[in-house]
């Protein structure tokens, strides 16, 4: 019988987000300018008759694939079939370096293969068949794809994605022999989708694919400026949007921000953005609410174990200690469980004393030691007016978390957003100095 | 008392390394199933807590992965997958060793401070494989290893993880910084200093010198407020860079130890070293005189910078220092070839023949070097019209390298020269004879490397001297046809055709060889193979017009 300090340190875990229906989940909607992805995402899906694709942001831990799991049940309820995947690193997809959207269309067929069982594939064994036959001729793979059963044609096509991953030289042909076929690939896509639709179980009507994690790729820039990014989400968004289906894709919150932001409001429309709990003002005061969610957070998962707990009273020391640790996450949900963990390890019995969770281990070197104009600077300076210059450097600084997004909806009624540094890097010297040296005339 | 978490103290700050190896270890027997843990600590210490992990955790079943290269493909999911399947039963993994697959690559010698370069954040260009694949594949990770995986590595491979595979990172339980104590480092540097075993470090694998490396990057981390003790560290860590072939992070180092120790002449002498090697002989040589004003005696130095001084083209100050060189050490071949080559340029042919004699009386070792000093000699002897004895070198040169096209073209040249020395003294067949002798010896030449121009402008010389020349004029076109440029190929066909007394091609052949250079029209005013032209008006104007291109 494990001690409670272990328990909830193991149900404090980062790595697992929320199954539907968890008690631990805490609805953060209002604090975070209410971004409710059953509201922002789904009506989309449900009202709409033509199919519909749609992006979804927000920064890395902010509970992004909680809200897609949630959505996910709640579209089901509604009379979907839902094919959910991690597109990017999951048993066997893309980890490429240069994932590049055909990565994308092969993964996606893959699990659609997966899970819609019923359908015909027809069209797609004939696809596979012949790539496979050149592939095979090629030396580059053993497997003829000569069975008519889909789920062997599945795993066939898991081994192909997965040599893709492997080895590069292997990538570039495998990548090569496909992505002049891929229109003909959508198009067998879909005539395979159309004929699953008519069979979908549990008399579904509607079909939807949410690809997640798309917004771990690496932006890789060519000799001519280009990013690996526009290319997968604009210049060949026909591709990703071809499907005769709904779909969701992750996207990188920088390119959300990026200089083609504009364009990619014009072929998705606005993307959706999960931003942090908003656990202080703009003006710099606590607000209340966001805490108190910040809170909830810890306690569900604690009450398991001990049912009438205080976070005030039985975890730590005092209420104040509390605040100052939510407030220390920057209402950004993984850092609140991180901060958690590192203050049991120094612990070895309730409640946690005030010292351990003071003494933290310093923000590993999330900013790069410059000052000035750099990355410091520019985070010293959106502390101070609450926007971001729209820059490479403020993205990466978004992407790399140490700028955070909050959203709220002001008195008039409008949706306000802000930014400000991640609170811990706040405190560390560089950044008082940066701020100093930008406030000084 | 105040709460206020926000703030920074100092006090705070300070790292105790039994409380966070406490930390670590509450960590390592509190989570049950998938758990992430990084421990920033240099090898030594990450031996030291290995060990002590594997005493503390009796119950649970500790294993370690030793990355002892970099691993090729990047893939770090399967060689944790590989060890696990070897041991299934592990709870507990270390990994070591994943440093070294970063080593190669830019950031790192940004980050490990070998680079005057800055970092940027926001160029993903040339990330590590290893950390596109944590990064890409944590949730595989998460499912397929129900186990504690703790990576050992040191400050700057931490860095570099937390920004290039950010989301594996973010996953962690936690991050352990465990430096090393006062008496571990001291013991590794006795133990470093007393390491022969170096001079043997060209031999090793390039992952060993890696290693090894990074091992005393961690011991100059933590010895940054002893100045010699960190020259000696930054010293012989540059010596195994340079070894490594990264003449740029070497000179980066060896540069720490001037600023720091502007007498250590060893540091100025491989600092020029290195700077000779990234083509920097200006600042090679600067650095070579600070070594030498230091202690005037060092002989490789002397030398090295005779050599950047030759291929500046400073021949004068070259020799003096090539002489210096000698003074110190008058019995190393190699240096006598290179004080003769450099005196053969400056056209000072008895001391290089002089230099070149020293070279052979000191063992040669290998035939290479043999073989240049006797080519080199015997042009130099040819040069100073020694013909008999410039034949002579060049015979023991093709005794070496029978097939070698400069010394069958040279041995040519100076029987030709020969030849015509002696030509009043001998019967005209004898004369004709010999000069064959020579074209021969061009024909050989050509035969081996068809494309030397030289050697067909030789041999059309040697063909107009015995009057054969229409095979003279095809030689001189062969030369041509490779090297248009040249205007004596050029005027030597005009002389072909002058010492025939066709004066019509004279004069054109000439004009080409004017447009090419000018002086051709002051050769051919008293050049006797045109006596046979000079009547010819268009000759006449061709010499008298000055440039209006008639």
Known sequence: ?441 | MTTDLLDWHEDDQTVDPEAEYRMLLNGLRRTEGFGLFFVQCSPFGGEQIIQRVQADLADQSVAVLKLDAPIEDGNVFKRIRDCLDTQPETQVLFIQGLELSLLDYEESKKRLGWSSEKIFSYSWQGVPPVLINLNQQRERFRDSFNIRLVFLLPVFAVKYLVHRAPDFFDWRSGIFPCSDTDELVVRKLVELSKNKDYGDCQNWPQSKRNSEILRIQSLIESSRDDINKLCFLYGTQGNLLATSGQHEEASERYTRVTKLQPNNHKAWSNLGGSLFFLKRLEDAIMAFNYAISINSDLFEVWLLKGVALNQLNRHLEAAQSFDRASQIKAEVPEAWLLQGDNLLEIERYEEAVNAYQKALENNIKDKETTYKVWLNMGEALRRLSHHERAIESFNHALSINSESPEALNNKGLALVEKAIAEATEVSEDNFKNDVKNGICLYEKSLSIKPDKHETWNNKGIALGKIGCIEEAIYSFDQAISIEPCSYEYVYNKACCYGSQGNAQDAVQVLKEAINLHPKCREMAKTDPDFDLARHDPHFKALLADQGTGA
């Open chain 1, 1 to 441: 019988m494990a001690d409670v300090i272990t328990q909830i340190y193991n149900a404090v875990d980062p790595f697992r987000p929320l199954e539907p229906g968890d008690p631990a989940y805490v609805h953060c909607e209002a604090e975070r300018g209410d971004a409710n992805v059953l509201l922002d995402l789904g009506p989309e899906i449900l009202r709409s008759n033509r199919y519909t694709s749609q992006l979804y942001a927000g920064h890395r831990g902010a509970g992004k694939s909680t809200e897609l799991l949630r959505l996910k049940a709640d579209l089901e309820a509604k009379g979907c079939f839902v094919v959910y995947f991690a597109a990017v690193g999951d048993d066997g997809d893309i980890d490429a370096q240069d994932v590049q959207y055909t990565d994308i269309l092969l993964a996606c067929t893959r699990h659609l293969l997966e899970k819609l069982q019923g359908a015909d594939p027809a069209p797609l064994v004939s696809w596979f068949k012949d790539r496979g036959k050149a592939l095979h001729e090629l030396g580059q793979t053993q497997v003829v794809m000569e069975s008519l059963d889909v789920k062997m044609l599945a795993s066939q096509f898991a081994e192909m994605t997965a040599s893709i991953r492997t080895v590069p030289s292997q990538r570039r042909k495998i990548r090569d022999l496909v992505n002049p076929h891929t229109v003909t690939l959508v198009t067998a896509l879909n005539q395979f989708i159309t004929d699953a639709k008519t069979k979908l179980p549990g008399g579904k009507t509607q079909l939807v694919v949410i690809a997640d994690n798309l917004d771990r790729i690496v932006p890789i820039h060519d000799d001519y400026g280009r990013n690996s990014h526009d290319e997968i989400f604009l210049d060949r968004c026909d591709q990703l949007k071809g499907l005769d289906c709904h779909v969701i894709y992750t996207v990188p919150i920088s390119m959300v921000y990026s200089n083609r932001a504009n364009d990619l409001k014009e072929v998705y429309g606005n993307p959706e953005l999960l931003p942090m709990v908003m656990v202080q003002t703009p003006e710099g005061e606590i607000h209340p609410p966001g805490v108190a969610r910040m809170q909830e957070v810890l306690t569900r998962r604690i009450q398991p174990y001990l049912p009438e707990v205080q976070l005030g009273r039985d975890i730590f020391e005092n209420e104040a200690v509390v605040t100052q640790l939510c407030l220390a996450s920057g209402g950004h949900v993984r850092e609140l469980l991180l901060l958690m963990k590192e203050a049991l390890n120094r612990t070895e019995s309730l409640p946690i004393p005030t010292m351990a969770v003071r003494r933290r281990s310093p923000p590993p070197a999330t900013l790069s030691p410059h000052s000035g104009k750099g990355p410091v600077g520019g985070a010293g300076a959106s502390s101070q007016t609450r926007a971001i210059q729209n820059d490479e450097p403020h993205r990466d600084l978004l992407f790399r978390r140490c700028l955070m997004e909050y959203r709220y909806f002001d008195d008039e009624g409008t949706l306000q957003c802000w930014y400000d540094a991640h609170p811990l890097i706040k405190a560390i010297p560089e950044f008082k100095q940066a701020v100093a040296d930008w406030q000084a005339p």
